[in-house]
C-alpha cells in the first residue's frame, strides 16, 4: 500500500516557460502533500506543505508566486514552475501523509526537471 | 548549525562488513525518527523508524540517544546491494505543521 506517483517523471524545457508537475496518491487519501526539491550531492529541501482544500505553506525563501502549489482533491497535488530558469533546473520530489497525526510521508518517485 | 548532521561519507567497505552510521540533530523537541535511503536518482525510500528501546530489522539496526540528541544506523554483514545513500530523517512541528528535516546523507559504497 501507500504508492504515490509522479507525473512526468523528466521534463527538458525552454527557458521562460512553465511546467506542471503532478503528485497522486493512488491506494490512500492524502490530507497533506509535500514539495521537496533536490539539488545534485545536496539533502532534500522542503520547497512547501499542501493542505486538500487550503493554500499552501511556503518555506522561507521559496516563491510562491514562481511555485504554484495546487491541492484540489485528497488524492492530487500539482507544482507549476512558472517562468522557468535554468537555476530551477532540479529533482522535485513530493510526498503524502495520509494520517493526520501519522508521522510517515510516502515519496514519489520525483521529476527531473532541465531548463535550457 | 544545520537542524539534522549526518558525515557524507563516502564509507567505502567490503563485502561482509559491519558499517556503522551516526546522526546528531539540534532540536531537542523533535518528535519522531528515520533512516531513508536513496538510491541514485531515485527517491527516498523508508528504510526503518527509530525508536527509544532500538529497532532491528534483519542486518539494520536503529538506535536513539535522546540525551545525546543522537541516531546511529548499524549494518551487518553488508551487501553490495546495500551501496546507496542513507538519509537520516527527523520529524519536528513547527507553527503546529508536521515537518521532516532530511540529513544530507552518508553515501555507502559497499565493494566486492
Known amino acids: 500500500g501507500a504508492v504515490v506517483s509522479q507525473h512526468p517523471s523528466r521534463v527538458i524545457c525552454k527557458s521562460g516557460t512553465s511546467v506542471k508537475i503532478e503528485c497522486r496518491s493512488l491506494d490512500f487519501q492524502a490530507t497533506t502533500m509535500f514539495w521537496y526539491r533536490q539539488f545534485p550531492k545536496q539533502s532534500l529541501m522542503l520547497m512547501a506543505t499542501?493542505?486538500?482544500?487550503?493554500?499552501?505553506?511556503?518555506e522561507q525563501g521559496v516563491e510562491k508566486d514562481k511555485f504554484l502549489i495546487n491541492h484540489a482533491s485528497l488524492t492530487l497535488s500539482t507544482l507549476t514552475v512558472t517562468s522557468a530558469h535554468p537555476e530551477d533546473s532540479s529533482f522535485y520530489i513530493c510526498s503524502a501523509r495520509g494520517d493526520p497525526q501519522g508521522d510517515t510521508q510516502y515519496f514519489g518517485p520525483g521529476t527531473r526537471l532541465t531548463v535550457l | 548549525r544545520k537542524e539534522v548532521e549526518q558525515d557524507p561519507g563516502p564509507f567505502n567497505v567490503p563485502e561482509g562488513a559491519t558499517v556503522a552510521f551516526n546522526c546528531t540533530y539540534s532540536?531537542?523537541?523533535?518528535?519522531?525518527f528515520f533512516w531513508y535511503r536513496q538510491d541514485c536518482r531515485k527517491e527516498p525510500k523508508l528504510l526503518m523508524s527509530?525508536?527509544?528501546s532500538g529497532n532491528e530489522d534483519g542486518r539494520f539496526t536503529a538506535q536513539l540517544n535522546r540525551a545525546s540528541q543522537y541516531i546511529s544506523l548499524l549494518i551487518r554483514d553488508s551487501k553490495l546491494s546495500d551501496s546507496a545513500t542513507y538519509l537520516c530523517?527527523?520529524?519536528?512541528?513547527?507553527?503546529?505543521?508536521?515537518?521532516?528535516?532530511f540529513g544530507t546523507g552518508t553515501r555507502l559504497k559497499v565493494l566486492a
Open positions: 532540536n531537542s523537541a523533535s518528535q519522531s
Open positions: 499542501s493542505n486538500e482544500g487550503s493554500k499552501a505553506t511556503y
Open positions: 530523517v527527523v520529524l519536528g512541528v513547527t507553527s503546529g505543521t508536521y515537518k521532516y528535516i
Open positions: 527509530v525508536y527509544s
